[in-house]
């Protein structure tokens, strides 16, 4: 079973501009999440998307973007970059339906997407 | 805020022994963790959880241990191994099934030949 695959894997940009990254969860799993990991700051959760819907968000500000489609990927934007948005962005997937037994709290994640913003 | 942390950011043990890495938690109302291992270049990788009914979990090579009444989490992994150098997290949530977790700021494991 192929793992969590994201996409770029490292990109540089620079103040201003706009970046999506992309996320392929695991075949079957309908919960995507994003963490944005900072030496500072370490792993900080951003949103989580289940049946294209965000379930939850973190702290972050509207620059922060999701979305996921019907096929369970998911894509994460963030516009107007700054200094501070240089990271490792992760997206984690997992097994997850509507029903509490069956779900598993297990998150695989990816290798990340690596943004630098100069 | 919900805060986790771990108590030492480094620690180095001898190829063979045991080790034991140790998380404080904030949040009473947490009631799931997990212990994640995150190789250089890697995303994390899910080692072992517990649920807050449960004081003691084991799994192969290693077992968690939780003391809710002090909000201390810890990591024990037993014979350890040059591939078990890593950095450690341990991360929570208030409701299982939820995929936001709140991430300690992680253990460096190196361990030595």
């Known amino acids: 079973k192929a793992g969590v695959t994201q996409t770029p894997r490292y990109l540089i940009k620079t103040r201003g501009q706009q970046v999506t990254l992309s996320c392929s969860p695991i075949s079957g799993h309908r919960s995507v999440s994003w963490y944005q990991q900072t030496p500072g700051q370490g792993l900080q959760f951003l949103f989580e998307y289940f049946s294209e819907t965000q379930r939850n968000k973190g702290n972050f500000p509207g620059r922060f973007s999701g979305r996921q489609f019907s096929n369970s990927r998911s894509e994460m934007n963030v516009s107007t970059l700054e200094l501070g948005d240089s990271a490792l962005y992760l997206c984690a997937s997992s097994y997850r339906s509507r029903s509490p037994l069956e779900t598993s709290g297990e998150l695989f994640f990816g290798e990340g997407s690596r943004l630098t913003v100069l | ?113």
């Open chain 2, 1 to 113: 805020g919900e805060s986790v942390g771990l108590h030492l950011p480094t620690l180095s043990v001898q190829e063979g022994d045991n080790s034991i890495i140790n998380c404080a938690y904030s949040n009473s109302a947490s009631d799931y963790f997990i212990w994640y291992k995150q190789e250089s270049g890697k995303g994390p990788q899910f080692i072992i959880d517990i649920r807050s009914n449960m004081d003691k979990r084991q799994g192969q090579r290693v077992t968690v241990l939780l003391n809710k009444t002090v909000k201390h989490l810890s990591l024990q992994i037993a014979a350890t191994q040059p591939g078990d150098s890593a950095v450690y997290f341990c991360a929570e949530n208030n409701n299982f099934g939820n995929e936001k977790l709140t991430f300690g700021t992680g253990t460096r494991l190196t361990i030595i030949p």
